[in-house]
């Protein structure tokens, strides 16, 4: 363990230690540089609303996911092969297709996101705070996934259909399908679209909020309400 981690792990313990007013006489200090709890919270909330609302708003838009390599959704590993086979007989144009309208459903989902991740940052608690506070680059991230992903799912699964259809993916998708499965001496396949794009699109939306956490922490300039610049001047001083 580094010494960042032991440090950063002994103040978290040490904090805990405290009752809740004790830790706000103990943090608050001098009203110049200390953070009560309430500002503690609300600033790590701030920062989180803002990360979510950039990191959704850059994957809705078009080719939020097609054009960005570190979210873009390729075809399944088990349809390497049927890409492979199909685009040598002359059938690439169906494969692009595909993977392009697969894409655009994961755009098209994107925003649906937010309110689900704002809800579960209000119930988010100054224990949960501080935690993340001094938790990693994407300690949020991970307590995100954690309580979020499940739901989620659930709440995109519908509109990963919807959009697929909207676009064309299903149709794209049955059709590149149907005609690998028509050659010979190939085994059928038809994987679930449905899931796969909405895994992917969520492992998307997750890696866009911690870019954006990751900022907030490192880049005093995407600190940009006064109660986010105190908290996290506060975080730079006792990481």
Not at 197 to 211: P, W
């Amino acid at each position: 363990m580094t010494n960042r981690s032991i440090k950063g792990l002994a103040l978290i313990l040490f904090l805990f230690l405290f009752s809740s007013c004790e830790l706000e006489e103990l943090i608050s200090g001098t009203s110049s540089t200390g953070i009560t709890n309430e500002e503690a919270a609300s600033g790590l909330k701030d920062a989180l609303i803002k990360g979510i609302s950039k990191g959704s708003e850059l994957l809705s838009k078009t080719d939020g996911f097609y054009a960005n390599p570190k979210v873009r959704i390729p075809l399944p590993k088990e349809l390497e092969k049927v890409a492979s086979t199909l685009r040598s007989v002359g059938l690439g144009s169906l494969v692009d297709k595909a993977e392009l309208s697969m894409n655009r459903a994961a755009e098209d989902a994107a925003a649906k996101a937010k309110p689900i991740f704002i809800q579960a940052i209000k119930e988010m608690s100054f224990s949960d705070a501080m935690n993340i506070l001094f938790g990693g680059d994407s300690a949020a991230t991970h307590y995100l996934r954690s309580k979020t992903y499940d739901k989620l799912y659930r709440e995109f699964k519908p509109v990963i259909s919807h959009s697929l259809d909207k676009v064309n993916a299903t149709r794209y998708w049955s059709e590149m399908i149907s005609e690998y499965n028509k050659l010979p001496l190939v085994k059928d396949v038809n994987p679930d679209l449905v899931d796969y794009v909405n895994r992917r699109a969520l492992d998307g939306v997750f890696t866009m909020v911690a870019d954006e956490e990751k900022a907030i922490r490192e880049n005093p300039l995407e600190r940009t309400t006064a109660i986010m610049k105190k908290v996290f001047d506060y975080y730079d001083r006792n990481k």
